[in-house]
């Protein structure tokens, strides 16, 4: 992980922020992705929107409000990320269904 740039290493250090319930409760729901470094975000998204859209969030409870254009941006981001997630959640229901456990 040293080999990443310093403004990755940031994005990666916001991220692990998330507490264990919470992290918990997105892998739950198919929400979270690891990429080929091993640095998890959320389904569909880059790293980047990632922490764009956790910052988004969480930006009423710190008292700062979004721009339109951040907001715009926000709504995008969560149809690509749901969208994602529901394919990541038929995909495994469809493996379910051609591969059902041994009982």
Do not use: N, W
Not at 23 to 47: C, F, K, N, Q, W
Not at 68 to 92: G, N, P
């Amino acid at each position: 992980m040293d080999s990443l740039p310093l403004r990755q290493l940031e994005q990666v250090r916001m991220f692990d922020v998330i507490e264990k319930t919470t992290r918990a409760y997105l892998h739950e729901m198919r929400s979270l992705a690891v990429d080929r470094d091993g640095i998890e975000h959320l389904v569909g998204l880059t790293l980047d929107e990632t922490v764009f859209y956790i910052r988004f969030f969480q930006a009423p409870v710190s008292g700062d409000f979004p721009s339109r254009m951040d907001t715009e941006r926000y709504l995008k981001l969560q149809f690509r990320h749901e969208t994602s997630r529901l394919s990541v959640i038929s995909a495994e229901s469809q493996l379910k269904k051609e591969r059902p456990p041994l009982t």
